[in-house]
DNA sequence: TAATTCTCGATATAAATTTCTCGATAGACG
DNA sequence: CGTCTATCGAGAAATTTATATCGAGAATTA
């Protein structure tokens, strides 16, 4: 129950299975090689992206082993290409659509990311039930009444359903959502979202970060009073 | 290099080590049975648990057990004294004292988070560059200037550093808040902090987690078509 | 042109995590 | 009061993930 991988069929047919561990650093090794490629460098080795990034040169091998590129030995990968390839294996080349519902203090504040759109999503309106939000705009995007979400996604065909609304209202947006068609949600709400199983859910839980930041600081005190 | 393990004392004084994964989990299983407390639930099992968050209910043991509670045969956990365990374990019930960096859409976001307070921080002022910020508060937090941030860190016993500041700034302000003395770093900027290893930092990247979206989206489609 | 060095790619090893299996015990029920 | 069922707790197995090792090929240098 909810393996922690994707499977996708690879270039020659077959299918990978990619752990999520990769799927988090790819976008690091990305970052990376950009910032490499502005800086006017044409080469990148996977010893390179480790020593960069604090992580070990082979699991970065490993890790862009999954797009499919292949290297050259002593040179390494060409930047241009490393990058083009993580792009293309996460999807980022081919933007999906998406609408955010619950346009509070964070829902405005995603709506500003306009980067998003480098990574393959597009948020083309947002939703609230606050009459006094809808029909305004917000960083450029429209803000709609809730009513008609469903019957929009449908329409419109949008993959990806964000949600920025209080848990409360959560699994009910997230069920009109679902009666659209989205395919996956991105849920910034800090609760458990029940949906079918073949719905890509991403939970995005500050709470639970801080949960971990928290414990590591206290047992960190208490190593160094023991 | 950088495993995801926690250390802590535990009960008896012997040490434990504890996953990210189950980090990650234990705050999931405390929001549920504080729900279950407020519906008027005195007792709740693994099975229980398991089922509401669709994970395996061993795993929930597991992951339970770290926090040092016993529980019963037939009966599991008595509700308060879980949650309980939970939060002690996670170092909520010892409130720790922060400083977010950064007052854009996204820190003033997390300056309106006044529940991180019940997840063991608490933001006492807010900083940033910006001279029409600085003096005014959001949220009820002091906007100061950046230049006071290491002498305040260190004079207040600041515990946590968050940032929220573009990639641009983030490795300067991460370096202010170390000089300062901070233990633990919440980084919200999409960029790899250099820090020293005994630092404890938490990337909050949401581009990587996009791209884990993404990634699943693009290869469900595919997985479809072939 | 040959030696050297660096890095990829594949294989093997180790570690961690999740899952499974087995008693043991407490509550429910007749 | 005895039987039955559900659940904990602990240990073992299976799966995943990360790390280390080795050989081969390409660029640099002498």
């Given at each position: 129950m909810g393996k922690d991988v994707a499977e996708l069929s690879g270039g020659g047919g077959e299918r990978r299975v990619v752990s999520e561990a990769t799927l988090r650093r790819l976008p690091l090794y990305h970052r990376y090689?950009?910032?490499?490629?502005?800086?006017?460098?044409?080469?990148?080795?996977c010893t390179k992206i480790g020593g960069a990034l604090s992580l070990d040169p082979t699991q970065v091998r490993k890790d862009v082993e999954v797009t499919g590129i292949v290297g050259r030995p002593k040179t390494g990968y060409e930047v241009g290409?490393?990058?083009a390839a993580i792009e293309h294996f996460l999807g980022w080349d081919s933007a999906k659509e998406g609408f955010l519902v619950g346009v509070g203090s964070l829902g405005a504040a995603l709506l500003g990311y306009h980067k998003f759109a480098e990574y393959g999503l597009e948020i083309v309106a947002a939703f609230d039930t606050d009459p006094a939000k809808v029909g305004k705009r917000i960083h450029g995007k429209y803000v709609?009444?809730?009513?008609?979400?469903?019957?929009?996604?449908?329409?419109?065909?949008?993959?990806?359903?964000?949600?920025?609304?209080?848990?409360?209202?959560?699994?009910?947006?997230?069920?009109?959502?679902v009666e659209g068609g989205v395919r996956a949600i991105w849920n910034f709400a800090p609760t458990h979202l029940n949906?079918?199983?073949?719905?890509?859910?991403?939970?995005?839980?500050?709470?639970?970060?801080?949960a971990a930041l928290s414990q590591k600081l206290r047992a960190n005190v208490k190593g160094m009073k023991g």
């Amino acid at each position: 129950m909810g393996k922690d991988v994707a499977e996708l069929s690879g270039g020659g047919g077959e299918r990978r299975v990619v752990s999520e561990a990769t799927l988090r650093r790819l976008p690091l090794y990305h970052r990376y090689i950009k910032e490499l490629g502005q800086a006017g460098a044409t080469g990148v080795s996977c010893t390179k992206i480790g020593g960069a990034l604090s992580l070990d040169p082979t699991q970065v091998r490993k890790d862009v082993e999954v797009t499919g590129i292949v290297g050259r030995p002593k040179t390494g990968y060409e930047v241009g290409e490393l990058a083009a390839a993580i792009e293309h294996f996460l999807g980022w080349d081919s933007a999906k659509e998406g609408f955010l519902v619950g346009v509070g203090s964070l829902g405005a504040a995603l709506l500003g990311y306009h980067k998003f759109a480098e990574y393959g999503l597009e948020i083309v309106a947002a939703f609230d039930t606050d009459p006094a939000k809808v029909g305004k705009r917000i960083h450029g995007k429209y803000v709609l009444a809730l009513e008609g979400l469903p019957k929009l996604v449908r329409r419109m065909h949008i993959a990806i359903g964000i949600i920025t609304v209080p848990v409360g209202a959560a699994q009910e947006v997230a069920d009109l959502l679902v009666e659209g068609g989205v395919r996956a949600i991105w849920n910034f709400a800090p609760t458990h979202l029940n949906v079918a199983p073949e719905m890509i859910v991403r939970n995005e839980d500050l709470y639970c970060s801080l949960a971990a930041l928290s414990q590591k600081l206290r047992a960190n005190v208490k190593g160094m009073k023991g």
